[in-house]
């Protein structure tokens, strides 16, 4: 037996479609409402303010009495007058220095005896270790031998008499080797103190110990005095008890 219902009068085939629109208009005007905002709008007046008459102040002329300024003043001058020059003046003749081809140069012969020869004194630098006469550290004798091993062993007194740990590197641990480097000068002196070491407080340190050395007979190469270099490693480091 057929169905005599036309398939396309069916009302609710396409109900989910109807209904999901209908969710989503009713969404949109929900969202429309809660984000609609007004705004409150105060009553104003406006007033026409109309001049009808023009006010006229008479303001009143005042004369000020300024008196005249006074004359300018006449600055006399003093007279010109023109005198004729009288005594005559000589003139002065430059003559060129320069030597032209027709010139002759006198011709000069030098002797040796006319040259005059000045000596210049050279600093010689001699290493301690093969100099001829070491340098002469107060109250060292003997031969240059003996003379050597009192230097090294008055070297080593003057830097454990004289040594000082500076505080500011022993609060940081700051510790190291440094080498100092000078020279006795041929009138027996220390200078050109230099060092090196791995801060510059243990540097500064070294080198005034350095600075407190006694002045010594010089050093002597071939019976004449001269700068001996040195340098000596200062080590700092901390000791246990």
């Given at each position: 037996?057929?169905?005599?219902?036309?398939?396309?009068?069916?009302?609710?085939?396409?109900?989910?479609?109807?209904?999901?629109?209908?969710?989503?208009?009713?969404?949109?005007?929900?969202?429309?409402?809660?984000?609609?905002?007004?705004?409150?709008?105060?009553?104003?007046?406006?007033?026409?303010?109309?001049?009808?008459?023009?006010?006229?102040?008479?303001?009143?002329?005042?004369?000020?009495?300024?008196?005249?300024?006074?004359?300018?003043?006449?600055?006399?001058?003093?007279?010109?007058?023109?005198?004729?020059?009288?005594?005559?003046?000589?003139?002065?003749?430059?003559?060129?220095?320069?030597?032209?081809?027709?010139?002759?140069?006198?011709?000069?012969?030098?002797?040796?005896?006319?040259?005059?020869?000045?000596?210049?004194?050279?600093?010689?630098?001699?290493?301690?270790?093969?100099?001829?006469?070491?340098?002469?550290?107060?109250?060292?004798?003997?031969?240059?031998?003996?003379?050597?091993?009192?230097?090294?062993?008055?070297?080593?007194e003057?830097?454990?008499?004289?040594?000082?740990?500076?505080?500011?590197?022993?609060?940081l641990?700051?510790?190291?080797?440094?080498?100092?480097?000078?020279?006795?000068d041929?009138?027996?002196?220390?200078?050109?103190?230099?060092?090196?070491?791995p801060?510059?407080?243990?540097?500064?340190?070294?080198?005034?110990?350095?600075?407190?050395?006694?002045?010594?007979?010089?050093?002597?190469?071939?019976?004449?005095?001269v700068?001996?270099?040195?340098?000596?490693?200062?080590?700092?480091?901390?000791?246990e008890?």
């Open positions: 037996m057929e169905s005599k219902k036309n398939p396309k009068a069916n009302v609710g085939r396409n109900s989910n479609l109807y209904f999901a629109v209908g969710l989503n208009v009713m969404l949109v005007l929900t969202y429309l409402g809660l984000e609609h905002k007004t705004y409150d709008r105060a009553a104003t007046q406006v007033d026409i303010l109309q001049l009808t008459e023009q006010l006229e102040e008479d303001i009143p002329i005042t004369k000020l009495d300024i008196p005249p300024p006074p004359p300018p003043k006449v600055i006399a001058t003093e007279a010109i007058t023109i005198v004729e020059d009288v005594a005559e003046i000589e003139e002065t003749v430059i003559e060129s220095t320069e030597i032209g081809q027709d010139d002759v140069i006198e011709e000069r012969v030098v002797s040796v005896e006319d040259v005059a020869v000045e000596e210049v004194e050279e600093d010689i630098e001699v290493p301690f270790a093969v100099i001829e006469t070491v340098p002469k550290w107060p109250g060292c004798t003997g031969n240059n031998d003996q003379l050597r091993a009192c230097f090294q062993k008055k070297m080593q003057h830097l454990l008499k004289n040594f000082r740990y500076p505080d500011v590197a022993a609060e641990g700051i510790h190291g080797k440094v080498y100092v480097f000078f020279l006795i041929k009138t027996g002196k220390v200078t050109k103190i230099k060092s090196r070491g801060d510059k407080m243990l540097e500064t340190e070294a080198e005034r110990i350095i600075g407190l050395m006694p002045k010594m007979e010089p050093g002597k190469q071939r019976n004449r005095a700068g001996v270099p040195y340098s000596v490693p200062i080590n700092f480091q901390f000791i008890n």
